[in-house]
């Protein structure tokens, strides 16, 4: 997986950043030190693309900041065995999957725009990431048929968080989300025995995930 190797004096920059502000998970900060994120991006973007700063990509998406991705990943709480099973619902560009195959054993990534689908699942191969499964899909559906997960993250936002998700959780399963509400933004920690723990307001400004699967693109 040669092509995920980041530059590693800017990767060690980032991760100094990122332990200034309270990411403390090892295997978090490894993946993020080891993973590119300028492979997934336009080229013109690379002198960027390990800055602080939210990144675009095809079909009007966007890559979240370093930050938010760190904090999405930590809330997680992903064992060190890499034994487990994630459903990664909106799988954008593929950094987000490229980062969860570090820490897992098999990632599943569903994707409503079909011309991302396609670009990513073509990316992670040509990279060398071969524990992953990209799906064009309704990701608000879950994969039902790849269940139970033991973890499962939304890249985006919400009001409220479908059942068939938490319905497709592993015994000792957690879903991590953002709910938005009338007060903004909160963290949204689900698991499998419909316990529900929301963390402080989230500054991620993450854009709503939308249901269905995407009619032009």
Known sequence: MAGLIADPLRAARM?????????????????????????????????????????????????????????????????PDNAQRVLLVGAGSGYMVALLSQLCRHVYGVERYKTLAQATALRLE??????VTIRHGDGLLGLPEHGPFDRILLTGSLTTIPAVLIEQLSRSGRLVGIVSGSGGQLMLRA?????????????GGLGALVPGLSQSL
């Open 15 to 79: 991760i100094l950043a990122l332990r200034r502000q309270g990411i403390r998970d090892d295997g978090v900060l490894s993946a993020l030190e080891t993973v590119d994120r300028a492979a997934f991006v336009d080229p013109q973007l690379e002198a960027v693309a390990n800055e602080d700063v939210v990144l675009p990509i095809a079909c009007g998406q966007s890559i979240p900041r370093p930050l938010i991705t760190a904090k999405l990943l930590q809330a997680l709480d992903i064992p």
């Open 126 to 131: 040509a990279l060398g990431v071969s524990n």
């Open 191 to 203: 698991y499998s025995d419909r316990k529900i723990a929301f963390e402080d307001v989230f500054h």
